[in-house]
T-cell receptor
Framework: AQSVTQPDIHITVSEGASLELRCNYS??????LFWYVQSPGQGLQLLLK??????LVQGIKGFEAEFKRSQSSFNLRKPSVHWSDAAEYFC????????????FGTGTRLKVLA | KAGVTQTPRYLIKTRGQQVTLSCSPI?????VSWYQQTPGQGLQFLFE???????NKGNFPGRFSGRQFSNSRSEMNVSTLELGDSALYLC?????????????????FGSGTRLTVV
């Protein structure tokens, strides 16, 4: 069955440090891949998406993600974290012929130390 | 253009009552999907409507239902509320249904309705 795994439930980084959030998916073909961010009490904001082509995609707020087919991964990165980046981050796979729905990972909660 | 609008933002209901949540999609979007988010289960798909027809349904009991109107606005209803129904309910709209680029590219979430059952 199709699935998305975010191995890290919590991550703490210092402000200004680099960040990498991990995401692995299980799907036979290349799915549509997304990263969303959610602040407390808020909805989901799209950071970036990958459909095809260049495997390094740029998003908003200085985030980028790299699609690696061989590793079935779509990790999110940011070179220098700001305190305002503290939030929960969700990786997702878009609707496919097998699911017809978004499938989300369990999320990674990011804490930023001043 | 306006985003996906969900009303109300917050609701408090008593166990056993029923509740109706509303979602107005982005203008021109014809597909509306609903998700439930809880700390224990994460984000779970409830159902999708397209052109007033339910296209797909998640694994939820029959107490959860929905509908879509001719203007693409959607409502979801939960009857006989249980404490476990307390959650953030998110709606997402898309230009089309299905699994293609167009359906995925324009997928946009609303801010959600926070339902608390006491």
């Amino acid at each position: 069955a199709q699935s998305v795994t975010q191995p890290d439930i919590h991550i703490t980084v210092s402000e200004g440090a680099s960040l990498e959030l991990r995401c692995n998916y299980s799907y036979g073909a290349t799915p549509y891949l997304f990263w969303y961010v959610q602040s407390p009490g808020q909805g989901l904001q799209l950071l970036l998406k990958y459909f095809s082509g260049d495997t390094l995609v740029q998003g908003i707020k200085g985030f980028e993600a790299e699609f690696k087919r061989s590793q079935s991964s779509f990790n999110l990165r940011k070179p220098s974290v700001h305190w305002s980046d503290a939030a929960e981050y969700f990786c997702a796979v878009g609707p496919t012929s097998g699911t017809y729905k978004y499938i989300f990972g369990t999320g990674t909660r990011l804490k930023v130390l001043a | 253009k306006a985003g996906v609008t969900q009303t109300p933002r917050y609701l408090i209901k008593t166990r056993g009552q029923q509740v109706t949540l509303s979602c107005s999609p982005i203008s021109g979007h014809r597909s509306v999907s609903w998700y439930q988010q809880t700390p224990g289960q994460g984000l779970q798909f409830l159902f999708e409507y397209f052109s007033e027809t339910q296209r797909n349904k998640g694994n939820f009991p029959g107490r959860f239902s929905g509908r879509q109107f001719s203007n693409s606005r959607s409502e979801m209803n939960v009857s006989t509320l249980e404490l476990g129904d307390s959650a953030l309910y998110l709606c997402a709209s898309s230009p089309s249904s299905g699994t293609g680029v167009r359906a995925n590219y324009g997928y946009t979430f609303g801010s959600g309705t926070r339902l608390t059952v006491v």
